[in-house]
Structure formats: C-alpha cells, structure tokens
C-alpha cells in the first residue's frame, strides 16, 4: 500500500503540475511577458509588492506570470522568494516628507502649502467599460505615448522627470502640528523597530510591530474591516489630512565614511495621515485631533487609507469593535496567512473526521 | 560524499534542508526552552517557506533545523506515507538534504507528521514531530492570545474545566474527538496537536521525543520522554479511544489499529483499512508479529 | 496574628487613582467632602483602612455612594490591587501579607477562603453558561474534578439558596434578579469558605425580593458560622445583618463599633445623618 500510494501520489501531483502549466500557456494568444506585466499592470504590480512585502516590481511581475494573475497566489511567491534572501543592511528610515511628488491631495482644507496635485487617479474616471481597448494595436499604443510627450509643454510635465523641489510640499500634518491641534510627536529617540520578520512577537504589540503587519496585510482584509470601522462598527470618521504618492529615496549608512549616507535608489510608496476624532491625552489639559498613519509599496490608495484607518482604531485604549482588536485586526490580515489556513482543508482530515464520526456515532448509539 | 554532492545540481543553491543556518538555530533555541517546560509554547519567528502556511510550515522547519545527513526520515499524512502531501514535503526534503527515507516507523530517526502517531511505540533516540494548526488549546473558551498567555501563567483553567462539564451535561461525556486537550507533567494543558483519541497514551511516558510546530501561529512546542501527558478527564468519567469493536483491517486483519473507513470506488461498499500503512505493510509482508487479528 | 478568633486583618489599606501629590492627603477626606485632590485631580477612594474581622462575625460597611466601602471589598477580594496596606488571613501564608504575593497565589487564596456576592449579577456571573455552570466553576477552581460530585453539591448549593433544581442547566439570562443573586450566593459558597463578601447585594432587587434574599443570607450565616463583610448604602440591612459596623466617608473610617451602640448614639455628625434618615 505505501510504495503503491506513494507512486499514485507523486504521479498526481506531476500530472496536476503539468495540467497547471498546460492551463497557463493555451489559447491562441502570445505568451505574455513580464515587461508588458511591469508596463501595463502595475496597481497589481504594486498590489503583489506590498504583499509580498519586497519591492521588486520585475520579481512581482514574474510571480503574477508564474501564477496566470492570482494575487494571493503571486504575493505568496514573493514572500517566499524574499526569505531566501540575505539580509545585507537595514536602510535609513525613509524620509516621505522629501519624496518626488506623484499625486499630493488633502481633504482637511481647500488649498494648502505647496498645493493639491492631482496626478494620475482613476477616481474622477466615468466606469464605462471602454470596447475599443479590445482592438488596441502596438502602433495605436506608441502614438498615444508620442501625442502625450508631445502635449505637454515642457519635458517636466512627463511623470519620472526631473522632481518638483521637495521642499515645496511640507506636510498638512506638521502644519496642524505646529498649531498645536495634534498631539506633538514624542521625543527622544524611539529605538530600533520590532522585525515581525526576525523576531517573534506577542501581544499587545508595539506601534512599529502593527504597522509592518499591516503594510503587509492583503488589501481586501484591511479594506474590510476598515470598512466596518468607518461605516458603525466603531468611531473612526476619518479625514484625509494628506494623501501622497510618489518616489522616497532609500538611503544606508556609507559603508566607510561615518556620518554620512549613500542613496541606493528610490521607491515607489503611498503614504496616508488621517485625522479622526478629537482625544485627551493622559496628563494633558487641552484636547488634539487623533492621527492615524497609512503606507505602503507601490501605489495603492485603498489600502494605504485603509490601514490608516485602523492604525488610529488599534490606539483606542478601551478596544470594543473588531476594528479596534489588534489581535482581530493583525492576526486576520495577512494574506499568505488566511489563505493558506483557509485552504489546507482541503488536506486530507479523514483520520481527525473519523475520530468526529465516533464521537457523533457514540451520542447517537448507533454503530456498523 | 560532501555537503557539494547533496545539493541539486543547478536552479537555486539551497542551504542544506533548505533554511538557513541562522533560521535553524533559531528554531533549536525556542525547542530547547520547549524541552524545559513541557506543554509550554514558546514563541518563535518562523520565516516563510515555499509551502503554503497551515499545510505542515512549522513541522518542516523543527525537521529542517534538526536533520543531519545521517538522519533517517519518514514523513506521514493521516498515518500514510503515500498520502500526497506527506509526499509533497518529502520531495522537498530529499531535494534539499538527500537524506535516506523509509516507510517502517522502527527504522526512523525523525519522524515528521500529520495528525497521527505510528501503531508501533516509538523508542529512545527517535523524534515524532507533529505538525499543529492551533497550538492553544485554550482557544476552544479564548478567542484572545492576550488572555489565554495570561491564563496559562497564573494556571487559570477553570473556564476550560467549565466547558466539558458543559458537554457532558448537554451531551452525556465529553464530545470532543481529536486534539483532545492533555495536561503535561501535571502542569501546562497543551494541544497534542489533531492526534485521535487512539494515539494520545503514546505520548505520556514515552521513550521518544515529541515535537510540536506551528508555523503559522509561530510556536514550538514539546513532550520530553518519560513526561506524563495526561487527557482532561473527570475523575468519575474515565477518557475513552475511538470504538473499532468487531471491525478489522481487510489488508492486514488487525483488530487493535486506529482503521480508517473506506467506501469502494465501484461497489460504494465500506470497509475498514489501517491508517498506519507502514504498519499495515509489515504485518502483510509476515515482517512483524501481529499483535491481535481477525485471521492469521 | 495574635488573636487566634481573628480571621482577617486589614492595616492601613488605601486606593488611589491618579498621579498624587504632596497635598492629596490633607486636601482630600471627610472634613474636606471630598474624594479628589484638587491640586492634581487623584482620586482618594480608601486611606488608611484597618479593621479585624473575627471568625463568625460579620461585618457592616455602611456609607453613601464615593464612601470607598465597594472599593474596599474589591481589594481584598483581589479584584483592584490596593495602592498602600497590607492584608492578613489566619492560616494563610504564615502570617504573610497577601497583598504582595503573585497573582497565581492571590487566585489560590481567593479561591479556597473567599466568596463574593456582587451587586450586578454581570460581574459574578457568566451569562454564556449554566447555572450549575457557574457553580461548578468555583469548585473545578478548587480541583474538585469528580463529575457526579461536582453535580451534587452544585444541586446541594443551589437548593439551599432555594433555586428550583430545574433551573440547573438553565442559563442565568432567563431567570430573574432575585434568583441571579441566589446563584451568585450559591456559587460564593462553593468551597465553604471562612469570609464571604457581599456588595450591595440587594440593592438592585425589589423590596419583597430583597428580605427574603436578606433572610437566606441570615439563615446561611447561622448554619454555616462563616464571617461576612456586608456592604451597604442601606443602614436597613446592615442593622439586620452585622454584628459591628465601619462608617465610611470620602474613603475614610469616620466611626466604628457594635452596629446597635452606632445605631442607638452615633457619635460621628455623618454616622448621625445615616441613622436618622434610615426608614
């Protein structure tokens, strides 16, 4: 029985093997290739990235390759291909507050320093599904991107040019902070953040622990009970103090001259600080807005507010909604996590079954 | 033969047993401290692998961080070498370690698997270990890590208590059926991991090691040998095994094995077959001395 | 403890909420008529309680709402951790206080020498088991693990504080008050324990229901011989059921003695509000 099962078992699992791959490649279309994934698919790109949680968008756009489009299924690879790495240094905590601004927006107030630049958002787009993309030719393709250079006035309109001077977009934030209308960032030096990939952590987990968490979290499931939050299921009404998108640069410490720095490259990231209700501090007399702080690889709005929204809800210090349960919030969200779980029943449980039929079997007084 | 010979010839240059050196003593720090205080979980940082969590990550990395070249490994699923993950996570420990593996409990150092433990006590110098979805038995009355860690430290099991004294009054006895919540040295009450009823006198008292991973939950757990691992049961309603009376193998016939049901493909009839399949196959090849039959 | 009849020793327990100060204790008390310190808003709950509670004594803590009386009995049941003071129990941890010992031991003395009766029935009971339930749970705390035995005396408690045996298995949500706080008592019994707690126990219940609930205590008491602390705000009930009295203000003891000589001449100008505005 063993050798024979064992040979039944391995030529199914080859056979399937073969089939997903048959799946993959039929049809009379033309094999798909990265490249044209990294170009033309990239809020999955980004999506599969910050899942995966390596930003890698040529790795990211293999994964989705190699799994026909699965989003899970491709973040999972990621994840998986990330933890064969090796570590080689930890970077200099990033500064958004200097990155090359993409898209820039803030619903607190009408106009602000350094002004709302609207970028590229389908959210003003008419939902009409477009027929004529069916029939789109390579060539209709490179002179739409030729009338688009050729449309705007100077080369610094075109998205990945020179930047707009960092400076110019001071944070909404800062502004209310100065104002004194949120609480002051702590001070003094916070320490080295908790590693959830190289540490083991417990709970109650400290801030830098539930915000890895979540900006790994699978969109839907942050999406979701964010939702629940903004919607009854808890008080978080948020507003959008600012939004941005754009490119951070990733910097390490020089590894010769101390005291300096050396950028590697830059990121693509979304970065989201909401407002939500007002709180009194422990010790302080007067009340402030509560913040709460989203971000992400890559671009992808509704998780990077939906994040936010339940970074404020986790700071609620007597927690009675499952948006405001880290455990509930932190421990449901990873993707890899969920669907894995979710799908190991399909494994064999005959034996534990077997165990549930005698149980049911013995309550009933019935036996074979 | 080297290190170089074991590992496959081109694609990715994996360590030995795949994770790396650093993981695995990781891994051996956390099952150290789990030795110490048995029934205990202790937590640990259980990086991704290339199988999907809650199909056997935490198992595979306590195997990966304990196999030598000189290990002898078998791997299990429901009792079934053959069972297609058990095969699945031996594919990839033989690729990354080229280890020698078998389907005869007896002749296996470390044994990883699934929900079962084999008919044939294991002996000193072994090592089962079992792969476990929800490692806090306290779950079944506790939704929160917070508080059931809370519980386990100041040794509050009441509410656990509490629960089967609800099942039998509602139910006659105790209903639950496999992962039966044991008490460990007459201290800490772990989950023996899916284990039937069938399998859990095999850890109290044992000559072998037992070691318990999540890798989803991210913890280790572990039964030191000669350690009593003891069913929560009432003084006055003694624990019982699953009921296999006047049922026997038709492979093998015996009448004293955990038997799994089948249904035949083309007749829809059942019939009763071992789930040890190792076991089943040594009594059938004459190889072992049955211990009770149905025939000779 | 040198009195061998003493069962329970309290030297100076206090509670405070809040960051204190260097004027929370002159600023706050019963001359002031107040709990919270002015200058830094901490609240004084208890200061300075000592009592000794002898075997088969019970003892009355009377005062209005902020007296302190519930947040006494909170602490020595373990429920708060007292912030100053200490805790004695005859035969318990030679001689040691209790208040400083780990958590794990606080649950094994509360367990084996405690009961506690709460005003709400939410707090003393859960509502998501049996009746039986909730009893039993005292006694698998105590590692009685025998099942029928469990059964048994669960059925002995609750017939004695008169639940109808039918009502065992029956979840506490679709009985009454009255017979909540029945199981609360039964439960508190369990393990027969020297000291039994009761906080406003019938305050919530109505006035029918409220003497016989009164009158069960009484009769238990008398069977059973154990020491009680009742809390009320009700000098009704107290002159029913202690034996002594503590009066409480602001978190302070302003008088105490036999609960007759305190009902006959109260000295204290709050003790003689109380007992003159008693029905």
Redesign the interface.
Known sequence: ??????????T??ENSQKLNRYLRLRGSSAPVSVAQIMDQMGPLVDRVMSEGGLYSPFHAALALKQASGDPLEAS?LL??Y???L?RMVDSLPVRTDGMRILRRISSAFKTIPGGQVLGSTSDYEQRILDFSLAEETEEAQRAAVRAFAASVATAAGLPDAAPLEPERFRKVVSNLREQGLVAPSPLGDPGPPTDI????????LDRSGRLQMLARAETGGVLALAYSSMRGYGSVHPTVAELRVGRAQVRIPHPFRKGEAVALGSIVVTEVEIVASVQRLE?EETPTFSLGYGACFGHNEVKAISTAVLDRAMKSPSPKDPAEDQ?FVL?HTDG??S??????FK??????F??????LR??RGD?? | MTLQDLLPARGFQYNFAFIDEGAKREVRRALLKAVALPGHQVPFASPELPIARGWGTGGLQVTMSLIGPNDVLKIIDQGCDGSVNAVNLRKLLVATTGVRTTFDSREATLMQSRHRLPEIPMTEGQIAVLQVPLPEPLRLVEPSEVETRRMHAEGDYARMWVSLYEDVVQNGSVSLSWGYPCRVNDSYIMSPSPLPRWDLHMLHQAEHLTLLGAGREKRVYAVPPHTSVRPLEFDDLPFTVENFAGLSCVRCGSTDTFLDEIYDEETGKSFRVCSDSGYCDLVREGKIRVRSAAHA | MHDETVLVAARNIGKTWGPECEECRVRTGPEQGTNICPRCGTVVALRDISFELHEGEILGLVGESGSGKSTLVQCIYFDLDATDGRLFFRGCEDGENVMELPRIQKRRIRGRLMGMVYQNPLCGLRMDITSGANVAEKLLEADVFHFARIRARAGELLASTEIPAAYMDAFPRVLSGGMQQRIQIAKALANNPPLVLLDEVTSGLDVSVQARVLDLIRELQRERGMSMIVVSHDMGVIRLLADRTLVLKNGCVVERGLTDQILEDPQHPYSQLLVHSTL
């Open positions: 029985m063993g050798y024979v099962a064992v040979q039944g078992g391995i199914a699992i999972f994840r998986a990330r933890s064969t090796r990939t190289q540490e083991s952590t417990a709970f109650p010790g455990e421990l890899i996590e669907s894995g779980f979710c799908s190991h494994l064999p449980h005959y034996v534990t077997q165990a549930d039929l005698d149980r013995d309550m036996r074979e």
